[in-house]
Protein backbone atom coordinates (compact mmCIF):
# COMPACT_ATOMS: atom_id res chain seq x y z
CA UNK A 1 0.00 0.00 0.00
CA UNK A 2 0.64 4.01 -0.18
CA UNK A 3 2.09 4.12 -3.46
CA UNK A 4 3.13 7.09 -5.14
CA UNK A 5 3.44 7.80 -8.87
CA UNK A 6 5.03 10.08 -11.11
CA UNK A 7 5.54 10.85 -14.79
CA UNK A 8 6.90 11.30 -16.33
CA UNK A 9 10.07 9.78 -15.15
CA UNK A 10 12.05 11.78 -17.62
CA UNK A 11 11.83 14.37 -19.33
CA UNK A 12 14.02 16.60 -21.67
CA UNK A 13 12.81 19.72 -22.76
CA UNK A 14 14.34 23.12 -24.66
CA UNK A 15 14.49 26.44 -22.94
CA UNK A 16 11.49 28.46 -22.82
CA UNK A 17 9.22 25.62 -22.86
CA UNK A 18 6.71 24.38 -20.16
CA UNK A 19 6.62 20.95 -18.44
CA UNK A 20 3.88 19.15 -16.92
CA UNK A 21 4.37 16.85 -14.06
CA UNK A 22 1.45 14.22 -12.53
CA UNK A 23 1.83 13.15 -8.95
CA UNK A 24 -0.66 9.85 -8.00
CA UNK A 25 -1.43 8.33 -4.89
CA UNK A 26 -2.69 5.19 -6.18
CA UNK A 27 -3.96 3.31 -3.38
CA UNK A 28 -5.20 6.30 -0.86
CA UNK A 29 -6.54 9.40 -0.60
CA UNK A 30 -4.33 12.75 -0.10
CA UNK A 31 -5.41 15.33 1.47
CA UNK A 32 -1.62 16.67 1.02
CA UNK A 33 0.82 16.83 -1.58
CA UNK A 34 4.54 17.98 -1.41
CA UNK A 35 6.98 18.73 -4.66
CA UNK A 36 10.09 18.92 -3.49
CA UNK A 37 13.83 19.20 -5.33
CA UNK A 38 16.80 17.62 -5.04
CA UNK A 39 20.46 18.45 -6.68
CA UNK A 40 22.76 15.62 -6.93
CA UNK A 41 23.98 14.49 -4.14
CA UNK A 42 22.00 17.13 -1.58
CA UNK A 43 19.05 16.80 0.39
CA UNK A 44 15.37 17.09 -0.30
CA UNK A 45 14.94 20.99 -0.89
CA UNK A 46 10.52 21.75 0.07
CA UNK A 47 8.83 23.89 -2.69
CA UNK A 48 5.40 24.02 -2.05
CA UNK A 49 2.67 22.35 -0.56
CA UNK A 50 -0.66 21.99 -1.88
CA UNK A 51 -3.66 20.58 -0.34
CA UNK A 52 -6.88 19.71 -2.59
CA UNK A 53 -9.11 22.23 -3.70
CA UNK A 54 -6.83 25.19 -2.45
CA UNK A 55 -4.13 26.94 -3.36
CA UNK A 56 -0.77 25.56 -3.31
CA UNK A 57 1.91 27.20 -0.28
CA UNK A 58 5.37 28.17 -1.51
CA UNK A 59 8.39 28.10 0.25
CA UNK A 60 10.45 31.37 0.65
CA UNK A 61 12.20 31.83 -2.70
CA UNK A 62 10.22 29.46 -4.53
CA UNK A 63 8.34 31.53 -7.80
CA UNK A 64 4.76 30.69 -7.36
CA UNK A 65 4.36 31.76 -11.11
CA UNK A 66 7.47 29.78 -12.42
CA UNK A 67 6.42 26.53 -10.55
CA UNK A 68 2.35 26.17 -10.89
CA UNK A 69 0.73 23.71 -8.61
CA UNK A 70 -2.83 22.43 -9.03
CA UNK A 71 -3.80 19.75 -6.50
CA UNK A 72 -7.29 18.99 -8.63
CA UNK A 73 -8.34 15.94 -6.64
CA UNK A 74 -7.51 13.98 -3.74
CA UNK A 75 -5.60 11.65 -5.86
CA UNK A 76 -3.97 14.00 -8.28
CA UNK A 77 -1.27 17.20 -7.67
CA UNK A 78 0.75 18.57 -10.83
CA UNK A 79 3.62 20.99 -11.40
CA UNK A 80 3.94 22.48 -13.98
CA UNK A 81 7.71 24.78 -14.82
CA UNK A 82 6.88 27.49 -17.09
CA UNK A 83 9.69 29.05 -19.12
CA UNK A 84 11.91 26.29 -18.15
CA UNK A 85 15.29 27.47 -18.36
CA UNK A 86 18.56 25.36 -17.81
CA UNK A 87 18.82 26.41 -14.35
CA UNK A 88 15.52 24.58 -13.84
CA UNK A 89 17.18 20.78 -14.69
CA UNK A 90 16.75 18.84 -11.40
CA UNK A 91 15.14 15.88 -10.25
CA UNK A 92 11.60 16.76 -8.82
CA UNK A 93 9.93 14.52 -5.96
CA UNK A 94 6.05 14.66 -5.37
CA UNK A 95 4.83 12.96 -1.88
CA UNK A 96 1.63 12.53 -0.66
CA UNK A 97 0.01 12.07 2.67
CA UNK A 98 -2.99 10.62 3.86
CA UNK A 99 -5.44 11.16 5.74
CA UNK A 100 -5.56 8.80 8.41
CA UNK A 101 -3.97 6.11 10.42
CA UNK A 102 -0.52 5.41 8.54
CA UNK A 103 -1.15 7.30 5.91
CA UNK A 104 -0.05 10.36 7.85
CA UNK A 105 3.63 9.63 6.88
CA UNK A 106 4.84 11.22 3.63
CA UNK A 107 5.11 8.59 0.82
CA UNK A 108 7.17 9.47 -2.31
CA UNK A 109 6.68 9.02 -5.75
CA UNK A 110 10.01 8.03 -8.00
CA UNK A 111 10.83 11.42 -8.98
CA UNK A 112 11.24 13.06 -12.59
CA UNK A 113 13.96 14.26 -13.86
CA UNK A 114 13.92 16.98 -15.86
CA UNK A 115 17.05 18.51 -18.25
CA UNK A 116 16.33 21.75 -19.91
CA UNK A 117 18.78 22.40 -22.65
CA UNK B 1 23.41 26.13 12.08
CA UNK B 2 20.97 24.17 10.07
CA UNK B 3 18.36 22.60 12.02
CA UNK B 4 18.86 18.96 11.31
CA UNK B 5 22.78 18.03 10.72
CA UNK B 6 23.79 14.59 9.19
CA UNK B 7 26.97 13.43 7.70
CA UNK B 8 26.99 12.87 4.66
CA UNK B 9 29.65 9.94 4.59
CA UNK B 10 30.35 8.07 2.44
CA UNK B 11 30.21 5.22 5.35
CA UNK B 12 31.87 1.67 3.95
CA UNK B 13 31.16 -1.44 5.52
CA UNK B 14 31.53 -4.89 4.93
CA UNK B 15 28.80 -7.32 4.56
CA UNK B 16 27.36 -8.61 7.79
CA UNK B 17 28.29 -5.37 9.48
CA UNK B 18 25.98 -3.49 12.23
CA UNK B 19 25.48 -0.06 10.17
CA UNK B 20 24.64 2.61 12.97
CA UNK B 21 23.37 6.43 11.31
CA UNK B 22 22.69 9.53 13.14
CA UNK B 23 21.08 12.65 13.03
CA UNK B 24 21.14 16.10 15.54
CA UNK B 25 18.82 18.57 15.54
CA UNK B 26 18.45 22.08 17.42
CA UNK B 27 14.43 22.44 17.52
CA UNK B 28 12.86 20.51 20.40
CA UNK B 29 9.89 21.30 19.07
CA UNK B 30 10.77 17.92 16.82
CA UNK B 31 7.69 15.36 17.34
CA UNK B 32 8.20 12.97 14.45
CA UNK B 33 11.26 11.50 13.45
CA UNK B 34 11.01 9.93 10.15
CA UNK B 35 14.38 7.77 8.22
CA UNK B 36 13.74 7.06 4.35
CA UNK B 37 15.79 5.17 2.14
CA UNK B 38 16.91 6.45 -1.23
CA UNK B 39 18.73 4.67 -4.42
CA UNK B 40 20.60 6.63 -6.63
CA UNK B 41 18.13 8.42 -9.68
CA UNK B 42 15.04 7.02 -7.64
CA UNK B 43 12.73 8.82 -4.09
CA UNK B 44 12.56 8.07 -0.80
CA UNK B 45 10.86 4.96 0.32
CA UNK B 46 9.75 5.11 4.39
CA UNK B 47 11.75 3.34 6.15
CA UNK B 48 10.90 3.80 9.85
CA UNK B 49 8.24 6.34 11.41
CA UNK B 50 8.46 6.99 15.38
CA UNK B 51 6.76 9.69 17.39
CA UNK B 52 8.43 10.97 20.34
CA UNK B 53 11.35 9.61 22.21
CA UNK B 54 12.03 5.63 22.29
CA UNK B 55 13.00 2.75 20.55
CA UNK B 56 10.95 1.48 17.34
CA UNK B 57 12.30 -2.11 15.35
CA UNK B 58 11.04 -3.75 11.92
CA UNK B 59 13.27 -6.80 11.20
CA UNK B 60 17.15 -5.70 10.60
CA UNK B 61 16.36 -1.84 11.46
CA UNK B 62 15.83 -0.14 14.44
CA UNK B 63 15.02 3.28 15.55
CA UNK B 64 15.68 5.31 18.54
CA UNK B 65 15.06 8.47 19.68
CA UNK B 66 16.72 10.58 22.39
CA UNK B 67 14.74 13.77 22.75
CA UNK B 68 16.57 15.14 25.51
CA UNK B 69 20.33 15.11 23.70
CA UNK B 70 18.56 15.94 20.48
CA UNK B 71 20.19 13.13 18.88
CA UNK B 72 18.26 10.08 16.31
CA UNK B 73 19.87 6.86 15.37
CA UNK B 74 19.21 4.26 12.89
CA UNK B 75 20.70 0.91 13.29
CA UNK B 76 20.96 -1.85 10.51
CA UNK B 77 21.46 -5.15 11.57
CA UNK B 78 23.51 -7.90 9.27
CA UNK B 79 23.97 -5.33 6.32
CA UNK B 80 23.57 -5.87 2.86
CA UNK B 81 24.63 -4.82 0.09
CA UNK B 82 21.59 -4.32 -1.39
CA UNK B 83 21.38 -1.90 1.77
CA UNK B 84 23.96 0.44 -0.29
CA UNK B 85 21.70 3.36 -0.77
CA UNK B 86 21.40 7.60 1.01
CA UNK B 87 19.65 7.26 3.89
CA UNK B 88 17.80 10.48 4.94
CA UNK B 89 16.71 11.63 8.42
CA UNK B 90 13.40 13.72 8.60
CA UNK B 91 11.41 15.58 11.51
CA UNK B 92 8.53 17.43 11.89
CA UNK B 93 6.59 19.48 14.62
CA UNK B 94 3.06 18.23 16.18
CA UNK B 95 1.40 21.19 14.70
CA UNK B 96 2.91 20.78 10.51
CA UNK B 97 3.07 18.36 8.23
CA UNK B 98 5.87 19.61 6.59
CA UNK B 99 9.52 17.61 7.46
CA UNK B 100 12.98 19.06 8.02
CA UNK B 101 15.05 16.44 6.03
CA UNK B 102 18.85 15.79 6.85
CA UNK B 103 21.19 16.00 3.89
CA UNK B 104 21.57 11.87 3.86
CA UNK B 105 24.38 9.47 4.69
CA UNK B 106 25.59 7.39 1.83
CA UNK B 107 26.21 4.28 2.89
CA UNK B 108 28.29 1.39 0.76
CA UNK B 109 27.69 -2.01 1.98
CA UNK B 110 31.05 -4.21 0.43
CA UNK B 111 30.52 -7.80 -0.06
Known amino acids: GAVVSQHPSRVICKSGTSVKIECRSL??????MFWYRQFPKQSLMLMATSNEGSKATYEQGVEKDKFLINHASLTLSTLTVTSAHPEDSSFYIC?????????????FGPGTRLTVT | QKEVEQDPGPLSVPEGAIVSLNCTYS??????FMWYRQYSRKGPELLMYTYSSGNKEDGRFTAQVDKSSKYISLFIRDSQPSDSATYLC???????????FGTGTRLKVLA
Open chain 1, 95 to 107: SARGTSGMRYEQY
Open chain 1, 27 to 32: DFQATT
Open chain 2, 27 to 32: NSAFQY
Open chain 2, 90 to 100: AMSTSGTYKYI
